[in-house]
């Protein structure tokens, strides 16, 4: 079957680093995407892996391990805007349609 | 460059009346999709078009949902008729093909009563 695990909330304080962690099992695998959604907007496109390692952007960085079925978001330096969901999503090879996490509610705290 | 659009942005209306909501992708973004989520979930697919073809519908209850992208760009999505779990928000995305990354419109939040 076709799974993807996050943590329901993360709380952290402002000026910190958290790290979003998601476990997947899925069918075929053609890359994993991160995004952010506020509360009542749109998911915003953060980061894609598809090769195994480290994808640095700015205060955020994304991590993936395909052996493992692992990825993680890391936030550096929060920020209380950083206060969001976070979407773990995986794109399927065979459609590449991409099936989602239920998210991470992010918590920042002063 | 403008981003998808959809419309309304709220709706409220009683179970068993029809609903209809709009989207426009971004300009030359072959491939739109429609989603529907649940609150505290992750957006599910409903329905995927390339150009003005359907690729997947089958998570589409078809029985009361249908949607249309007659000219390959604008796209509508129907229920008719409601029910009270179909209350969530409906978001629509676009992107280049099918293997580029996906853009969201803000989405139209249902509640049915």
């Given amino acids: ?110 | 460059e403008a981003g998808v659009a959809q419309s309304p942005r709220y709706k409220i209306i009683e179970k068993r009346q029809s609903v209809a909501f709009w989207c426009n992708p971004i300009s030359g973004h072959a491939t739109l999709y429609w989603y529907q989520q649940i609150l505290g979930q992750g957006p599910k697919l409903l329905i995927q078009f390339q150009n003005n073809g359907v690729v997947d519908d089958s998570q589409l209850p078809k029985d009361r949902f249908s949607a249309e992208r007659l000219k390959g760009v604008d796209s509508t999505l129907k229920i008719q008729p409601a029910k009270l779990e179909d209350s969530a928000v409906y978001l629509c995305a676009s992107s280049l093909d099918d293997r580029n990354e996906q853009f969201f419109g803000p989405g139209t939040r249902l509640t049915v009563l």
């Fill in chain 1, 1 to 110: 079957g076709q799974n993807i695990d996050q943590p329901t909330e993360m709380t952290a304080t402002e000026g910190a680093i958290v790290q979003i962690n998601c476990t997947y099992q899925t069918s075929g695998f053609n890359g994993l995407f991160w995004y952010q959604q506020h509360a009542g907007e749109a998911p915003t496109f953060l980061s894609y892996n598809v090769l195994d390692g480290l994808e640095e952007k700015g205060r955020f960085s994304s991590f993936l391990s395909r052996s493992k079925g692992y990825s993680y978001l890391l936030l550096k330096e929060l920020q209380m805007k950083d206060s969001a969901s976070y979407l773990c999503a995986v794109r399927e090879n065979s459609n590449y349609q991409l099936i989602w996490g239920a998210g991470t509610k992010l918590i920042i705290k002063p």
